[in-house]
Each structure stands twice: as structure tokens, then as C-alpha cells.
């Protein structure tokens, strides 16, 4: 007998240096010193914007990557609105985050790639 797993799919736009460390780590995401709150988004389309708008800006390239999560562990927190009513994310303590990368079911993958110097890695779609 099959058991379904409910995961949840999200997405992180990231610049080139945490991408890197996503790739080094095994395709889990790093804790960012700066960053006290680990935000994946629950579109595609406001990770591209993000990735493109302020991650190219800001680093010369932008990715969007893609991971189911346990719905399980989702369930704890609360969608987030930042800014408009499409702008929905999840709001993860950094201290969660070894918590949050055992609940991804599979791995990240790149989904895009922003900027004049962005090229997908090996693993993206």
C-alpha cells in the first residue's frame, strides 16, 4: 500500500553566493549569518521577480530554485504577506532551518537564471 506524502512546493531566488553554498551543502539551504528569517516563496512568479529585480542589481545574477517541503513542518507557521497579496512566504527562524532542510522531500533544483553572467548548474531543469 502506498502512503502519500503532503508536501508543499516552494521557491528561493537566491544570488550567485548562496547558490554556491546550496551546491556545497547538497542541495540544502545554507543558514545565512545576516539573515535571521529563512523566506522561501510560494510562487514561481515572485521568485523571478525577486531573482531578476533585486538579486541581478544586487550580485550580477539572480537563480529561482524549487523544493517540496513536509506539510507537516509548513503547518507551524503562518503565509506571510510582503507587500502585495501575491507576495505570500513563509517566515522560517533561522534557527529552524536544520528542521526545515529534513523536511525537504528530494532536492532543490534551479528552475532560472538571471543576468548577464547567469548559466544554469548541472542539476537545473
Known amino acids: 500500500m502506498n502512503k502519500r506524502i503532503d ?3 516552494l521557491w528561493r531566488p537566491v544570488g550567485p553566493k548562496e547558490l554556491k553554498l546550496i ?3 547538497g542541495m540544502r ?3 545565512l549569518p545576516e539573515q535571521p528569517i529563512f523566506y522561501p516563496v510560494l510562487s514561481e512568479a515572485y521568485a523571478v521577480q525577486i531573482a531578476r529585480d533585486w538579486n541581478v542589481p ?3 545574477s539572480g537563480f529561482v530554485t524549487r523544493f517540496d517541503v513536509l506539510k507537516s513542518f509548513l ?3 503562518q503565509v ?3 507587500g502585495s497579496k501575491a507576495h505570500l512566504e513563509y517566515w522560517i527562524p533561522a534557527e529552524d532551518l536544520p528542521e526545515f532542510n529534513r ?3 528530494g532536492v532543490i533544483e534551479v528552475t532560472a537564471a538571471f543576468g548577464t553572467d547567469a548559466t544554469l548548474p548541472a542539476n537545473a531543469e
Open 29 to 31: 539551504p545554507p543558514r
Open 23 to 25: 551546491e556545497k551543502s
Open 103 to 105: 523536511a525537504i522531500v
Open 75 to 77: 503547518d507551524r507557521y
Open 80 to 82: 506571510e504577506h510582503a
Open 7 to 9: 508536501t508543499v512546493t
Open 58 to 60: 544586487a550580485s550580477g
